[in-house]
């Protein structure tokens, strides 16, 4: 899937034009008014339900229950779900508000000759903006609905906004796609992930998104090119053999032409994961011309690592190769972290610095220099990001990490996680994103923060933490797997649980591996690497652990 998102999204850079309006002509005042073109909300999924319509002579409970189930028609603006609604109510109703996705099924009380209450137990939530909520633990909820006489009929007079799915249901109707923004520097395009029902609107819903900026846990962390106050002129993006046209606002005219390449980019990269845009082409108020190719390189997407799993073992350290031997680091990398006797490591992007933990505490490996900047007790394996800062949390203390420069210097990081035992602390690949394992008294919990920064890119916050699905029994560690994907793992009594958590998506417990889990962490192409009991490396890239013929004493990470 990813190779083809990569695949579309080339196409669709090399196929881009840029349009702006020329200096001299800034905003037309002659030609024609035009008019925006109406969108067309048609299933585009494969799947077009179609609802039940109210049966003459229905009871309340018999409306109600056709009402919820009319929520898979999306035709027409819900007009069948309208139809079980008074006359005074139908266009009140709001069904885009919010999605509950539902475990089992529902239950319907009466409280009053004219209310019923309808219990239920939600799995996920998706809310008006797209951004997917999963229930770590079931979520139960009774909701009001209130009915009156119309010619006879029961209709509901009131009712909460929003749509109830079933979890086939949803996976029919609604389709997952990433918006992306940018890092700070520029460098990485970071995705925030979206669900949007699967019309053939999907692009303008995308795009509106984008323009509107990231989910509020991601504000702070990343950027965007687009000014404030953009939209889509015609509040619909058009799409003409394969070229979806996405004309902006005056408010995008006054960034410079970086930024403007800034936005096509990230335009690009959203829209690519509708099957129907093959290419992209912007207008600001309808207006044209080509603007100059970018003289940079694109930012990286979903940065990938060695695929050689990265260990130390018997004192050698490297990138385990397939003939049992072990390539050791570029210059005496390798050497000074086996002399640290390492219970864990991390290593950077360009492999210049690692990060090591050991008995004694945290230190910075450059080459022959190591630089211990912690040598306190109860600390969980450091971590480094790629803007010179190596991140330690303690065991103790869920409310402070520490982010040290290369040269020690320590910066306080307040978090807004809850109390428990800090098990497992990293930044993601792109360095704007952190995760936590806790031990809690209810079990693993595993959240999911934006770093923020100052100008000079020193850490000062992290924000608010999002829970993800963990691993249940006693939480072993977690990492990312990719930009998008985390995987955390427990010991239970029957074995090994590994659960892979989308942030912003669905997560999925994957089969058990044999033998106990020591350690995880991401590896090559969304890969999942495990170091067991005995030392013995596994790897998953889909729904089976394979050997990897590897044995390790302590299995970095890459970066």
Request: proline fraction near 5%.
């Given at each position: 899937?990813?190779?083809?998102?990569?695949?579309?999204?080339?196409t669709?850079?090399?196929?881009?034009?840029v349009?702006?309006?020329?200096?001299?002509?800034?905003?037309?005042?002659?030609?024609?008014?035009?008019?925006?073109?109406?969108?067309?909300?048609?299933?585009?999924?494969?799947?077009?339900?179609?609802?039940?319509?109210?049966?003459?002579?229905?009871?309340?409970?018999?409306?109600?229950?056709?009402?919820?189930?009319?929520?898979?028609?999306?035709?027409?603006?819900?007009?069948?779900?309208?139809?079980?609604?008074?006359?005074?109510?139908?266009?009140?109703?709001?069904?885009?508000?919010?999605?509950?996705?539902?475990?089992?099924?529902?239950t319907?009380?009466?409280?009053?000759?004219?209310?019923?209450?309808?219990?239920?137990?939600?799995?996920?939530?998706?809310?008006?903006?797209?951004?997917?909520?999963?229930?770590?633990?079931?979520?139960?909820?009774?909701?009001?609905?209130?009915?009156?006489?119309?010619?006879?009929?029961?209709?509901?007079?009131?009712?909460?906004?929003?749509?109830?799915?079933?979890p086939?249901?949803?996976?029919?109707?609604?389709?997952?796609?990433?918006?992306?923004?940018?890092?700070?520097?520029?460098?990485?395009?970071?995705?925030?992930e979206r669900?949007?029902?699967?019309?053939?609107?999907?692009?303008?819903?995308?795009?509106?998104?984008?323009?509107?900026?990231?989910?509020?846990?991601?504000?702070?962390?990343?950027?965007?090119?687009?000014?404030?106050?953009?939209?889509?002129?015609?509040?619909?993006?058009?799409?003409?053999?394969?070229?979806?046209?996405?004309?902006l606002?005056?408010?995008?005219?006054?960034?410079?032409?970086?930024?403007?390449?800034?936005?096509?980019?990230?335009?690009?990269?959203?829209?690519?994961?509708?099957?129907?845009?093959?290419?992209?082409?912007?207008?600001?108020?309808?207006?044209?011309?080509?603007?100059?190719?970018?003289?940079?390189?694109?930012?990286?997407?979903?940065?990938?690592?060695?695929?050689?799993?990265?260990?130390?073992?018997?004192?050698?350290?490297?990138?385990?190769t397939?003939?049992?031997?072990?390539?050791?680091?570029?210059?005496?990398?390798?050497?000074?972290?086996?002399?640290?006797?390492?219970?864990?490591?991390?290593?950077?992007?360009?492999?210049?610095?690692?990060?090591?933990?050991?008995?004694s505490?945290?230190?910075?490996?450059?080459?022959?220099?190591?630089?211990?900047?912690?040598?306190?007790?109860?600390?969980?394996?450091?971590?480094?990001?790629?803007?010179?800062?190596?991140?330690?949390?303690?065991?103790?203390?869920?409310?402070?990490?520490?982010?040290?420069?290369?040269?020690?210097?320590?910066?306080?990081?307040?978090?807004?996680?809850?109390?428990?035992?800090?098990?497992?602390?990293?930044?993601?690949?792109?360095?704007?994103?952190?995760?936590?394992?806790?031990?809690t008294?209810?079990?693993?919990?595993?959240?999911?923060?934006?770093?923020?920064?100052?100008?000079?890119?020193?850490?000062?916050t992290?924000?608010p933490?999002?829970?993800?699905?963990a691993?249940?029994?006693?939480?072993?560690?977690?990492?990312?797997v990719?930009?998008?994907?985390v995987?955390?793992?427990?010991?239970?009594?029957?074995?090994?649980?590994?659960?892979?958590?989308?942030?912003?998506?669905?997560?999925?417990?994957?089969?058990?591996?044999?033998?106990?889990?020591?350690?995880?962490?991401?590896?090559?192409?969304?890969?999942?690497?495990?170091?067991?009991?005995?030392?013995?490396?596994?790897?998953?890239?889909?729904?089976?652990?394979?050997t990897?013929?590897?044995?390790?004493?302590?299995?970095?990470?890459?970066?």
């Amino acid at each position: 899937m990813r190779a083809r998102l990569r695949t579309v999204v080339a196409t669709a850079l090399a196929a881009l034009t840029v349009v702006a309006l020329t200096a001299c002509a800034a905003i037309p005042t002659g030609g024609g008014v035009r008019t925006g073109q109406s969108i067309k909300d048609e299933s585009i999924s494969g799947v077009d339900y179609r609802p039940d319509s109210p049966v003459p002579g229905a009871d309340q409970t018999a409306i109600l229950r056709g009402f919820v189930a009319a929520g898979t028609g999306a035709q027409d603006d819900y007009e069948i779900a309208r139809a079980f609604l008074a006359k005074g109510f139908a266009s009140q109703w709001d069904p885009r508000r919010s999605v509950t996705v539902l475990q089992g099924s529902g239950t319907v009380d009466r409280v009053a000759e004219r209310e019923l209450t309808y219990t239920l137990t939600a799995s996920a939530t998706v809310d008006a903006d797209g951004e997917y909520t999963q229930a770590v633990r079931p979520t139960t909820s009774t909701l009001t609905f209130q009915f009156v006489r119309e010619d006879g009929e029961w209709r509901i007079a009131s009712a909460p906004d929003g749509i109830i799915l079933t979890p086939v249901s949803f996976r029919s109707v609604f389709q997952q796609h990433a918006l992306y923004f940018f890092d700070p520097t520029n460098t990485f395009l970071v995705p925030d992930e979206r669900w949007f029902l699967a019309r053939s609107s999907t692009s303008t819903r995308i795009a509106s998104a984008l323009l509107a900026g990231p989910s509020d846990w991601l504000r702070g962390a990343v950027v965007t090119a687009f000014p404030e106050g953009t939209q889509l002129s015609l509040n619909a993006v058009t799409i003409e053999n394969g070229t979806a046209v996405v004309d902006l606002s005056t408010d995008a005219l006054r960034s410079s032409n970086d930024d403007k390449q800034r936005m096509r980019e990230q335009l690009a990269r959203s829209l690519a994961s509708v099957a129907s845009v093959s290419s992209v082409s912007i207008t600001f108020e309808g207006a044209t011309y080509s603007a100059s190719r970018p003289d940079g390189t694109p930012a990286k997407v979903n940065p990938d690592v060695d695929p050689r799993p990265l260990v130390d073992r018997k004192d050698q350290v490297g990138h385990a190769t397939t003939n049992g031997k072990v390539a050791t680091l570029g210059g005496d990398t390798s050497a000074t972290i086996a002399a640290l006797d390492p219970t864990s490591f991390s290593l950077s992007a360009s492999g210049s610095v690692a990060v090591v933990g050991n008995a004694s505490g945290v230190v910075v490996v450059r080459g022959r220099d190591a630089t211990r900047v912690d040598a306190t007790d109860d600390l969980v394996p450091p971590t480094i990001d790629d803007l010179g800062f190596v991140w330690v949390g303690r065991e103790g203390d869920t409310s402070r990490v520490t982010a040290y420069g290369l040269g020690g210097d320590p910066h306080q990081v307040a978090t807004k996680l809850p109390r428990g035992s800090l098990v497992a602390f990293q930044v993601s690949r792109d360095s704007t994103r952190a995760l936590a394992l806790i031990e809690t008294a209810d079990g693993p919990a595993l959240y999911v923060m934006a770093i923020v920064r100052g100008d000079d890119r020193t850490p000062t916050t992290l924000g608010p933490a999002v829970r993800v699905q963990a691993a249940s029994g006693r939480a072993v560690g977690a990492a990312w797997v990719n930009d998008s994907d985390v995987v955390s793992v427990g010991q239970t009594d029957s074995g090994t649980e590994v659960v892979r958590s989308t942030v912003g998506g669905q997560s999925t417990t994957l089969p058990e591996p044999d033998g106990s889990a020591r350690s995880v962490t991401g590896g090559s192409g969304g890969s999942i690497l495990l170091r067991m009991s005995d030392g013995s490396v596994l790897q998953s890239t889909g729904g089976r652990w394979d050997t990897t013929g590897v044995t390790a004493d302590v299995l970095g990470t890459q970066r």
